[in-house]
């Protein structure tokens, strides 16, 4: 890899507040995760018309429902998770189906898949009382490659344009196509930011990761400087190691349409806010991130595969599994570790090195998008 | 059922703060239940002179303890749960009895029944020590037909004043002479007003409780207007049905006493702040509140017999108690959703029904007793 | 013993704010427990040069390590447990052993255990980047007979003027030869200075520690004036009684050097902010408390003996133990129920007795301490 630029001496650490404030992490549950587009999930998760899932984003409980059939082009549209006769919760379950239209248990108002309130008992005879007034409290949905989006402001950017040109980037992996072999929850004790830190250098990789250390040099990095709304960069597979997996074979056919220089790459690009995309010659690792306090994180991790090797007899999902989930506990481990020392008032701002630019680019992001330090 | 009169086009659900404001449910918490007159129990929990039980009410640790002999005339006292001499918990146990006196296990000073300081070692020689000053902190405490309640605030309306002409109302069950025959304990997680609120309509009954509609049908309510300290209605049982329990019949005689009218009703009535009252024909349930938080309230549920019914050989409550508890269980699980709901940032108030009167009038009271909107 | 001075008419418990209001409590943290010297534990847990535990003092994690040679004379460090590149946290366990260097898992980092940076991975190319200026964040640190203190404060007085004449006072002991023979941690829902409180005065023992009060009569007690920094006094064993355990017969030897008057004693004094000592003829009980909230205290409770007698066959701490332990949950349940009826709205401040007055002493202090009522 090329020399990076040198870092100027000031490219120290943020100061603790950014990973301990209850108010400024308040402010960037806002910034973030109610004014941007968050990934919510995967196409793959709802089949049928009418299948939906529900998620907390920014404290609120979200419905997201397919509304096309089975086969046809992905729509869906995301609802607040509640009715609009007294509030009640509509649904308690995470994952399921409706039948056609969506009743609340209590009174039995119902809506349609569209939203609309189509039965509301006992209210016709209410003076001045129409259905149209009263429909489901609708949320922006989108989908991109199979990456449920939803975006909890009405206004402001599409998808398309937050993804700018990660689209056009990652056509080549056609992840759209591509289905979940398996994945892992964990609940991380640190702040969001310090996963997304952690994801975006590889200095820490011989300290922390000697297994990962082996197939993918650390030195063998490069990144793009930052973008709007991404950042990422590359790392190159050792010779002789075909992916990452535990023994660096890889037992299943590279992606079809792939370059023979992405066959030999690992591609690790964090999408704002929640999204960290890894994508290897055979498979792609999505995170989704979820904030739960300026230092709770639940993070998704999830490996999706092409459904023509998922279909061959002897398909196992279990070396990468294997590899990712020792890999990711020894980074969970110091990300808690981090978010520990930093809320420490003893703490105080360190210096990044050269290899650490990404990080020190991101924070000056994160620093102007509260309005300076 | 008479049709009710028509809700004006105002009539909205509550803003999301009176469920979910913290200082708005302290202010509560001090209007209802510190002002008011909280019913805490039934005397037949205190069998002896000395029996006591205690109770959290509003922060508060009370100890009420029974002062009349076994068979004499219903007598109790309430005592704050604490020492004077260094304010340490006189008592940790949730019900028991005093041997005449009440001893502090700290340094042993002891009062009588009567909350008298009758021991207080190694005080007599310090100058100026009165035992006469130090007595137990009262609460005023009294008893209507069997059921113990307390007020914490010394000064306002007696038991009797604030029950009005529900005594007379309620004479013919005679309450007083009945024994628990069983009872359930539930923790729900809403605030302690959509308990009240769940409690005083049946619009919701033939989608949530289709058994219970099959009993005593939703239309045939009919509410009194609502009073200063109580709200009521009744409905009618079925034809066929004889009470409610699983298969609508009853294996008991009729509470001795009641009119043939009365006999083909249940009567639902709100005792604010915490008892909820439903007489049966052969039976009265009695739900007392414990508001624990904005988002929090304990229920106790107990049922109330005749005790020649109880002494009967083969004598059951478990065709109540298993009709009951399926149904409480519809309900906490609607209370529940409406917390939630009403607690998203998305919540907003939805359009009452001619059918949910007395929710509207209930609401009225609650703004009103804040000092309005 | 001869009759205490009278305490004035004014002598009354302190209001509730001192053990309930979490500013309060956190203003005592800071002028306690970061502004004075904390015991942290004993030298006997810190055997080889690298030794360490780690401890909570004041919501800041310290690393304690042995810098001399097993059998040299006792040096300690204490650092901030966090490495000075990203704030990470440089160790998670309570108890370990470095081995010539402290290495922080994340970009490895390294330090020496006198605190000095010996290794920066990738830092030696950046501008202006010293090892020197990124020494851990050291603590002071002595020893006083056994006892290891650590003080946050940078500045302020040293260990042996905290402890006054103390050290004189306890020379007889000889504590630092001896060695811990057993030890229980207790979690007590109370303030810390009830515990203090507790210590300090036996007139609770006659109804409270029957066992105790058997042993060691509670008027047997003479105190001390309140000292800058600490307060005590002592008890006479009774006749035919030998040592505090269960049968008041002492299996062991008495510490050697003891004159035979303090063969006959025990005494008990509190050291500001966290170390009680109990000196028996026998052995020495030491609490150290660990505040964890306004009403939540840890405290970590040790027996000491001397060497010899714990090298000889059948040694056995098992009576002290079992008599302490039995008499310490007398206390603890007693200052979790003092803790509990102070916090009550109710409470207000109670008359002391004359047997009290070290405790009305110690809250005149706490009072200045906080700059008066």
New interface residues.
């Given amino acids: 890899m090329a020399s990076r630029a ?4 000031t490219a120290f ?1 943020l100061p ?1 507040k950014y990973y301990t404030d209850p108010l400024l992490y308040e402010r960037e549950v806002d910034m973030f995760f109610r004014q941007m587009w968050v990934c919510v999930g995967r196409m793959g998760e709802l089949e049928d018309r009418g299948s939906f899932f529900a998620r907390h984003i920014a ?3 979200i419905l997201i429902v397919r509304t096309s059939a089975r086969g046809e082009p992905d729509s869906v549209r995301a609802f ?11 649904c ?1 379950d995470e994952l399921g189906q409706f039948k056609g239209s969506i009743q609340c ?4 108002w119902t809506y349609d898949l569209e939203g609309r309130l189509v039965g509301a ?3 016709d ?5 129409r259905r149209e007034d ?1 429909p489901l ?1 609708s949320v922006r949905a989108d989908v991109w490659e199979g990456f449920v989006y939803v975006c909890l402001a009405d206004a402001g950017p599409t998808l398309q344009e937050q993804l700018a040109d990660l689209p056009e980037k990652f056509k080549p992996w056609r992840m759209g196509e591509l289905r979940r072999g398996d994945g892992i929850t964990y609940d991380i004790a640190t702040n969001w930011k310090l996963i997304i830190q952690n994801f975006s250098e590889c ?2 990789c ?3 990761h000697p297994a990962l250390n082996k197939l993918s040099h650390y030195m063998s990095g490069e990144n793009e400087p930052l973008r709007p709304t991404y950042m990422g960069g590359r790392m190159d597979l050792n010779d002789g190691v075909t992916t990452m997996s535990m023994d660096g074979t890889c037992p299943r056919q590279f992606l079809p349409g792939l370059s023979p220089q992405d066959q030999r790459r690992v591609y690790y690009y964090a999408l704002f806010p929640n999204l960290l995309i890894s994508a290897h010659p055979d498979y792609v690792m999505a995170h989704t991130l979820w904030p739960l306090g300026p230092d709770r994180t639940r993070l998704v991790c999830e490996w999706h595969f092409h459904p023509s090797e998922m279909a061959r007899p002897g398909f196992t999902a279990d070396d990468v599994r294997e590899f990712w989930d020792m890999t990711n506990q020894q980074d969970w ?2 990300c808690e ?2 978010q ?3 809320s ?8 990044y ?3 650490e630019d990404l990080l020190h680019a991101f924070d000056r992001f994160i620093v102007e998008a509260h309005g300076g330090e």
């Fill in positions: 040198p870092l100027p001496p650490t603790a404290g609120d409980s607040h998770n509640l009715c609009r006769h007294r509030g009640t919760q509509l308690r248990e209590y009174h039995a008992p006992h209210m005879g209410s003076a001045g009382f009263f409290l200095l820490h011989p300290n922390l481990r110091v570790m981090a520990a020392g930093i420490s008032r003893a703490y105080r701002p360190g210096r090195s050269d290899r």
